[in-house]
């Protein structure tokens, strides 16, 4: 296109009045002192304006939008072969696109990175904030929905407050406040509640249940009737801190207050019904003491949800523990009141006046897992002491009952253990056994009988002893007589009155054979200060050839006399003659003379 009226100046140039370029391209009010770009009239000192937007079908039909369209831009240009450019720019366009009113819109835009994609930095491509004619703001956010809209994170050096007090938060000391503008602790709430909202609900359902509701069937809590305590974030690793503290402000001389936690779920109707509540009650007036308590909604009544807590569970301020029972008198205390019938499972046969077959109720059940025999369920008694260590450290080893597996028959056994006298604390180590059929056995695992006892002595009702007794020749192959000590009683001073049966066998052989029966029987007497008689019942006896059985005894008369029972054994080799037998111990008071084999 050929230039006309092209002026070239090399020096100042001063025009007195206004300047116009082309029909509205720029413009210079030089009385008003402004500059429009795009149009005739400007309204400000720098004034751009254009047409950027679309009429739609045809003018006047009332239908159009406006583009977003970049007004002004600012680059910083690159300089070759040390730094790309960077770019800034503005743009102008409707946040509504409404045909009567439309709201403006103002976009920053800067360059985010600079390569082929943004003409190496000269295109500001990113949106960094948005201005909506309505005043609401985007940062990282292009359609911002709030006064304040922003994308990633925040960052603000000094206090934030929000409304009067509705949210403080103090950069200084590092406190928040809620309902008030200065924050004492961590988080501060006043004047309000801590509310958890069924967002589903359209009628403002509380799910919490504090047994101050007005629910009828169904526990609907709403939020006027929702009480809740005090939040406290604290910030402390002894045994006096807590993560959160609930605090109850109610300072009434009562033992009613509790700081407490309730639960509540919903039904498919979405109406909330209460659980369980735990918390901390007060043991006396003033809250010196207090107890941990556990609640559920229990399971009588109509309407399931609105039951009234029950109470399952307690720890006491001294540290006992009561389930069923709000008054535990020992470290743990179960109770079931229930009134248990039936005959089968747990039912004992037999009893008197036990018309209605009631049975022991089930207050606890230990569970173990079978694998094989001997698995079963152990309930261990142990006594604490710095230096056991068995079956851990600071503690060793009382006894036991265990119940388990006998046969891999589906059928069970209780075992009763004790623990031998051994440094640090012995193994539990079984001592009676029940089987399955109901034989018990003492010192034996397999029981034959009713009462099978695997020892060589028995004390029964402390009148009556059983002992069975081998006694040899003494070792160093003496071929010769010998006379042995084979049995003793020790007669305390007073009244005794006992007899001793001795029975069983007696070898006297050289090689197999000749075995015989050999028996005895005594009576011995004593009064107290006095000597002990011994009566020997010779029509008893029964005689083992070439065996001689003889008493004696030593001890004065006012102390414990001990009464021997020797024998003398035939002239034959040592392990060719011995003596094997029971002794039966029966006495008629309760100062029963202590016997010993030999």
Not at 55 to 67: C, K, L, R, V, Y
Not at 525 to 547: K, L, M, P, Y
Not at 558 to 579: L, Q, R, S
Request: proline residues 3%.
């Amino acid at each position: 296109m050929a230039q006309t009226n092209v002026q070239a100046f090399s020096g100042d140039v001063a025009i007195s009045s206004n300047l116009a370029v082309d029909t509205n391209t720029l413009f210079v009010d030089s009385v008003g002192n402004k500059v429009g770009i795009g149009n005739t009239s400007p309204a400000t000192y720098l004034h751009l304006s254009a047409k950027n937007s679309d009429p739609g079908a045809s003018e006047g039909d009332g239908i159009g939008t406006h583009t977003l369209t970049e007004y002004l831009r600012f680059t910083s240009t690159a300089d070759s072969g040390d730094i790309n450019s960077v770019s800034v720019g503005f743009k102008l366009g409707a946040d509504d696109n409404s045909t009567a009113t439309p709201d403006g819109r103002l976009d920053i835009c800067a360059n985010e990175g600079a390569g082929a994609g943004n003409t190496y930095g000269t295109v500001p491509d990113k949106t960094i904030a948005t201005f909506l004619g309505s005043g609401n703001v985007g940062i990282g956010k292009t359609d911002p929905g709030s006064a304040l809209d922003v994308v990633g994170d925040v960052a603000i050096s000094s206090n934030l407050a929000v409304d009067t007090n509705t949210l403080f938060v103090d950069s200084v000391g590092n406190k928040v406040g809620i309902g008030t503008n200065s924050p004492h602790t961590k988080l501060n709430m006043k004047s309000g509640v801590f509310l958890a909202e069924n967002q589903a609900s359209t009628n403002n359902q509380v799910l919490y249940f504090d047994g101050a509701g007005t629910g009828a069937v169904n526990n609907q809590y709403h939020l006027k009737d929702a009480k809740f305590g005090t939040g406290i974030f604290v910030n402390d690793t002894g045994t006096t801190g807590s993560t959160i503290s609930l605090m109850n402000k109610e300072t009434a001389d009562n033992t009613t207050k509790h700081a407490s936690i309730g639960f509540v779920n919903t039904d498919t109707s979405g109406n909330g019904k209460f659980g369980g509540q735990i918390g901390f009650w007060p043991e006396d007036g003033n809250a010196i003491n207090q107890q941990f308590r556990i609640y559920t909604s229990g399971t009588s009544g109509s309407g399931a949800g609105y039951i009234l807590p029950v109470q399952q569970m307690v720890v006491t301020g001294d540290g006992n523990v009561g389930i069923g029972t709000t008054n535990p008198q020992t470290s743990l205390q179960i109770k079931d009141e229930t009134d248990t019938t039936g005959t089968g499972d747990g039912f004992i046969a037999g009893l008197n006046d036990n018309s209605g077959n009631r049975k022991p109720t089930e207050c606890l059940r230990l569970q173990g897992k079978y694998y094989a025999a001997g698995s079963g369920a152990l309930l261990r008694f142990t006594n604490f002491h710095t230096s056991g260590s068995n079956p851990s450290n600071d503690e060793y080893n009382l006894g036991g009952i265990a119940a388990f597996d006998y046969a891999s028959q589906w059928g069970g056994g209780l075992c009763f253990y004790t623990a031998p006298n051994t440094a640090n604390g012995g193994d539990l180590t079984a001592r009676m056994v029940i089987d399955s059929s109901g034989k018990v056995g003492i010192g034996t695992t397999d029981p034959k009988a009713s009462l099978h006892v695997n020892g060589n002595k028995a004390i029964i009702n402390g009148q009556s002893s059983v002992q069975t007794v081998n006694v040899n020749k003494t070792a160093g192959g003496n071929s010769g007589a010998q006379t042995r000590r084979y049995y003793r009683v020790y007669v305390p001073n007073g009244y005794n009155n006992f007899q001793i049966i001795f029975r069983g066998f007696g070898r006297n052989n050289g090689g197999g054979g000749d075995i015989q029966a050999w028996r005895r029987q005594y009576t011995i007497q004593r009064n107290s200060g006095g000597n002990i008689n011994i009566a020997h019942n010779s029509g008893e006896n029964i005689d083992a050839t070439g065996f001689t059985f003889t008493t004696s005894q030593s001890g004065g008369v006012t102390g414990t006399i001990e009464v021997h029972f020797d024998v003398t054994f035939p002239a034959k080799p040592e392990g060719a003659t011995y003596i094997t037998f029971k002794a039966d111990v029966i006495g008629d008071s309760g100062s029963f003379a202590n016997t010993s084999g030999i």
